[in-house]
């Protein structure tokens, strides 16, 4: 475990764990604040991450931004990241040796960021960090906790440019989140 965001940022500069780092533009670490409450956690970056190295600045996260705005959360007061940190070939899901390479850079970014909830954002990340056993459809709206930390499972927001009805659970979801955080 490293101890420090500046041992951590280095450690990834030149990460090459999997094969996704060939075809990477930019490494998509993470971003926000570094002493957020609430963290969101994705599957991985899209072809605007990864021209920007930001997670969530395509449509997916404006629609999220947008979502945030509606329950009062802000951006800039949480911390956002992904289970693997270079984009997956035609937004392909990450396989799971993929992200096998990258959750111990995720595991670094939760020690450090201290998070009282984690969103996890989608199948895929629900699966990583709570288990395969969970399926997103069941899972998301319900409350789990983790070594000390709640887990609040949701669509990922790229599911609600799919399908416009996910976006009234959504919203729903992020209320919880905050309703949980003001208790």
């Keep these: 475990m490293l101890e420090t965001w500046e041992e951590l940022e280095k450690s990834i500069v030149d990460c090459n764990k999997c094969k996704l780092c060939k ?10 604040n570094k002493n957020a409450k609430i963290m969101f956690i ?12 930001i997670p969530f600045v395509g449509r997916a996260g404006k629609l999220m931004n947008m979502a945030f705005g509606i329950v009062g959360i802000k951006r ?10 270079c984009r997956p070939p035609a937004n392909r899901n990450p396989e799971e040796d993929e992200a096998n390479a990258c959750l111990d850079y995720l595991r670094n970014q ?3 960021v201290k998070p009282e909830i984690i969103v996890l954002l ?8 709570l288990g395969k056993e969970y399926g997103i459809t069941a899972s998301r709206g319900k409350w789990f906790e983790k070594m000390q930390i ?3 499972p949701t669509w990922h927001p790229a599911a609600l440019l799919r399908d416009e009805t996910k976006k009234v659970d959504f919203i729903k979801d992020l209320k919880l989140v905050v309703e949980e955080l003001n208790k």
């Design 122 to 129: 989608g199948s895929v990340a629900l699966k990583n960090i």
């Design 42 to 53: 994705g599957e991985g970056p899209g072809a605007d991450e990864d021209m920007q190295g």
């Design 23 to 32: 075809t990477r533009r930019n490494i998509v670490f993470g971003t926000g």
């Design 150 to 152: 709640k887990y609040m």
């Design 76 to 85: 800039e007061d949480v911390y956002i990241a992904n289970i693997v940190k």
């Design 110 to 112: 939760v020690t450090l």
